[in-house]
């Protein structure tokens, strides 16, 4: 069972976090165990959690005491401004974007321990999107957005392809250059740099990833 203490005196954002959460996990049909408190004293150093979720940076301190202790724990810190915090494991997730920003950490930590369960995580504007790793066909990164192009529909997502990759953590999937992410499920050859996808599309593989992108489809057809 995942374990996750979240740290807050506003009741308003205990229960946001707390629906949200639920709602991630669920998706992956896991039931985590949620323990808040109004404030971080009470919180023992030595109680082990998966997730730590804190609102108020003073408490940093602590934070790095706790992950001296519990290695593996995530720890998120809730801003209400734009400043950008990354303490590798510690994490920051906005406001006003607390749906989107908390849904790549899920999907690691859900991945970790329930690899059969390949699934990615989508908000959109109006909704919680699921989509099977296997129905996912390619991804476009153009200006500010990412395409998901599946076997179903096509959905857009404000996260960059980098983020999509280490969200979906395959080796079904590979950077073929800085534009598209492919799915090599759907790859049935691969011409002069080019790769044809069963769907129709042909995507180019980029010079410099070239060597790298035949190794990956190859482990791919060798494992499969």
Known sequence: MYKIAIITNDSITVKKITTKILKAFNNHSVDPKITTYNDIQPLNLNTHYDMLIIDNYRNITFAKKYRQKHLNTHIIFISNNHDFLYIQPINEIKQ????????PIINHLTHKTNHHNNVLLIQTKSDLITIKHNQIIYCQSQGHT??????????????????????LNSKDFHLINQSYL????????IKNKDV???????LHISRRKYKQAIASYQKYLITR
Not at 96 to 103: A, I, K, R, V
Not at 182 to 189: A, D, G, T
Not at 196 to 202: D, E, S, V, W
């Open 182 to 189: 492919i799915n090599w499920h759907f790859v049935y050859q």
């Open 196 to 202: 044809f996808l069963t769907n129709g599309t042909i």
């Open 96 to 103: 006003n974007h607390l749906q989107s920003d908390c849904y």
């Open 146 to 167: 990412s395409y998901i192009y599946t076997t179903k529909t096509t959905l857009t997502t404000r996260y960059k392809l980098s983020q999509l990759e280490t969200m």
